[in-house]
């Protein structure tokens, strides 16, 4: 998930109880590309600007412009349940994710129990290795064009030909190859854990981020674009029967900034933005906070803080309420009391995370206890007060104290 850092992170561990089942999705920081480069304030880039961009993120390794055609599943279809869309928040991933997940059909597999493939034809322009308990992992990068990219994460093994390049190009932390693969050529494989995948547009950069220079530790985000505008005809129908999400934009959503409002990505006022003060070091995350629709059910928000009690958590609202879309300044003192969740199936039947289902609601039981309540106030259109008591519920708290904590965008 540097020339700058190469992080070496533990996988994030996620189980939720949900009806009895449980599901466990890895995923890590990435590596970070090394030069500068912003997008204009307009929303959408020129060409030079992002071809250019495009170039960073290929390092260089990258020819012609314009999308293109994904025409070969990560996975064949009866080794993955579902796809995970783009929006998750976990652990110390506090602001949504910018991946989505190809869930496997058995979290319990041996490593290596499923492969990997080739999208498309391209070129592999990076392999960044990741190396923890479980083992070594690796992060690909896949150039189409010099505006059109795609890439993996949590590849546990690489293909025969593919680790030959890789052991020959290895050089601190990362591999800088430059590797032709047609579609559906195994790269790889994979077993126990989800994949990641996304695809980025330079073309296109998302326009619900407020302060784009805040992400430029890790600047694929501003470009991360709905990889069904790129499947094939054939490809896409496949891919949408393993979508969960049904609300739009089903493939998922990470920029949810409003200017003015309560709604999207924080970060404690020089703090470093989403890198954080050490760049990117372990506990980055910590200085993040995110108030943003469920990943599932955006009729639902989720409350995500880098630092509540010395972790990184998320909860729902209960009574899911005032919408983060609809606080301003003129609000003042906002209060949300934070409780667990979990998600019923169209029939209101309780749903795994795991089985395939259409339409995931998201539900607070009644007798959840609250785990603590949250105070904010929007003090300028793009400042934030905010402070978290844990184990409190909101009517024992009045205001806030010294411990409080001011956020910007």
Known sequence: MTKKLILLLAALTTVVVAGGAF??????????????????SSGRVGDNEAIKAGKDLAGQKCTGEGPGVLTTLPMDPEDFSIIVPYGLVVGGHVTPIDHQYFAPKDYKSARDSYEVYAMADSQIV?????????????????SMTCTFLYYYDLVTSLAPDIKTEYDQNLRNGHADVDISVTAGQLVGRIGGQTLDFAVWDTTKPLEGFIVPEHYQGERWKLYTADPLDYYSAELKELV??????????????????IDGKLIGNWFQKASGGYSGPGGGQEGYWKGHLSIAPDLYDPTAFIVSIGDFGGEALQF?????APKPEAVSVESGLVKYELVKWSYTKADGSDWDR?????????????????????????IENRKLKMEPFPSKSCASVSGFTAAARIYER
């Open 126 to 142: 990076d392999i960044s290795p990741r190396t923890n308990e479980r083992g070594t992992e690796y992060r690909f990068v896949f």
């Open 23 to 40: 599901l466990v999705i890895w995923s890590t920081r990435d590596r970070q590309p090394t030069d500068n480069f912003a997008p204009s």
């Open 240 to 257: 949408l029967s393993r979508y969960v999400r049904t609300a739009e934009p089903i493939s998922g959503k990470i920029d949810y900034d």
């Open 316 to 320: 729902a609202v209960k009574g899911n």
């Open 354 to 378: 795991m089985s395939l289902t259409k339409g995931a609601k998201l539900v607070v039981n009644p007798g959840n206890p609250v785990q603590g309540c949250v105070m904010v106030q929007l």
